[in-house]
């Protein structure tokens, strides 16, 4: 009688990583007998030779018939561990949660408390380079070594009016004046530019590489852009406010339809009415928002005593709360959260262009077909010849960029299913006439509701209470 050989029994699979080892007998014949010796010897040839379970083994050499019907784990390696990367740490508080409305004792919001500068003086440190970790290998059970790679190191991204100290890990002030992040993440010492009135036209238009104070209003069609932060101790009327930092107005934005308020961070109001306001980070109002088109890139917060949000179109990335939302005349009023609003833009855009790109590579496709047909019976002439170069030249091109737009296209796409954070709340009544959308997901509310909250679930907007 023939007996069979490990090989015939016992096949052997590595997962893609190289961590563990899995056993499972492709045959058996109860003449088998081996010991866990004999297994350990059949692994190491098959390459297995870190991290064999001696349990595992004994169990299968003590009954192969019990363990002949299922899998088993023999060896398992070590995993690695990368390192983290290294950070900025600012000595100043650079969160802008001090621009959100402070609440006093008997719960009601001061939208009046002054902002507190960040004032430093030349010299000054004002950020220190954290380092990263290093990275630990670990071991495949074929006994490679699996490097783990350090954590990269942070880099200062400098802005404006900043030094690197000689240690390469510190820096500091190069003049008196504000610390301000910008909205990417640089680091600047902005001096502060005060306007002790109106910005009309004993002013005119600003155009200022720090902070602005308006100790008054800006009018119709003047334009105020600043690199830092902009605050108006006044109103704002369809006048133009851009800055990569974040907007303050006391008295509130009456702008005609006119105009437009944009801030690569917050935008703060008292109210906004027939306003196009443009945040990267939050809006937040104390009064109301009346028949306006509202965008933030993170929240619209309405939520002061009156709290009205009515008419236009409000979008949030992530939510938008209100006392009331809509009115009893059922104004139309829409809503749109769980996407930034830019990507809403540039989805359309992507469209757009990719559409235009096929069209153009069609025409190309057409022009080769034609050429190389010429090409095939010998009637290229050096003139053909020169534009077949340079039209495949330009269909590769064309193409690379066609698979581009494509790619950012599903990134955005996936992002329209990413709703788990965005939400609706009204923390008193949302009237009929409002249009939600949360994500690819659109609810419309044809009745008064009280105290509700709206959110994706299962594939639908829910509703629950605040």
Not at 203 to 224: E, K, P, S, T, Y
Not at 296 to 312: D, H, Q
Not at 407 to 431: D, G
Request: glycine letters at 12%; proline letters at 2%; a neutral charge.
């Amino acid at each position: 009688m023939t007996v069979l050989t490990l090989s015939e029994v016992l096949a052997l699979e590595l997962s893609q990583d190289k961590l563990s080892a899995t056993l499972y007998f492709q045959q058996f014949d109860d003449s088998i007998v081996f010991t866990r010796a004999d297994l350990e010897g059949w692994l190491k040839n098959q390459g297995v030779v870190y991290g064999l379970d001696g349990e595992v083994l004994d169990c299968i050499a003590r009954d192969p018939a019990a363990q002949s019907r299922k899998s088993h784990i023999v060896a398992t390696g070590d995993q690695c561990l990368h390192g983290a990367d290294g950070s900025i740490r600012c000595l100043y508080d650079m969160d802008e949660q001090h621009l959100r409305p402070a609440k006093l004792e008997d719960g009601k919001v001061d939208y009046k408390e002054v902002v507190k500068l960040r004032n430093v003086r030349r010299g000054q440190l004002i950020a220190e380079k954290l380092p990263a970790s290093a990275g630990r290998p670990g071991k495949a059970v074929t006994g490679e070594v699996l490097p783990g790679n350090d954590g990269k190191e942070a880099r200062f991204k400098l802005g404006k009016n900043v030094v690197v100290g000689p240690d390469q890990n510190t820096l500091y002030a190069a003049i008196d004046g504000m610390v301000s992040m910008t909205n990417r993440d640089k680091i600047n010492v902005f001096p502060v530019y005060e306007v002790n009135g109106d910005v009309d036209y004993h002013i005119g238009n600003i155009d200022f590489v720090g902070n602005v104070v308006i100790r008054g209003n800006v009018l119709n069609g003047f334009r105020v852009k600043a690199v830092g932060d902009i605050r108006i101790i006044g109103g704002v009327e369809g006048a133009e406010l851009l800055t990569d930092g974040s907007i303050e107005i006391t008295g509130g934005i009456l702008a005609g339809g006119k105009g437009q308020i944009q801030a690569g961070k917050n935008v703060k109001s008292s109210f906004i009415q027939e306003g196009n306001v443009l945040a990267g980070e939050d809006v937040i109002v104390s009064q109301s928002i009346m028949h306006s088109n509202v965008r933030a890139g993170g929240s619209v917060l309405c939520s002061g005593a009156k709290g009205l949000l009515v008419g236009g179109l409000t979008q949030a990335g992530e939510k938008v709360v209100a006392r009331t939302i809509g009115n009893s005349m059922s104004t139309a009023t829409t809503i749109e959260v769980g996407v930034k609003p830019e990507l809403r833009t540039e989805l359309t855009r992507l469209r757009q262009e990719l559409r235009q790109l096929g069209d153009n590579l069609d025409k190309t496709d057409k022009a080769l077909s034609m050429l190389n047909q010429l090409a095939s019976t010998g009637q290229l002439t050096p003139e053909k010849l020169a534009m077949r170069i340079k039209l495949t030249a330009t269909k590769r091109q064309a193409t690379e960029e066609q698979g581009e737009l494509k790619e950012r296209v599903l990134e955005i796409e996936r992002t329209l299913e990413e709703t788990s954070r965005a939400s609706i709340e009204a923390m008193n009544t949302i009237y009929g006439g409002t249009k939600l959308v949360i994500g690819r997901y659109t609810r419309f509310v044809k009745e008064g509701l009280k105290r509700v909250k709206f959110s994706y679930a299962d594939g639908d907007i829910v509703m629950s209470s605040y």
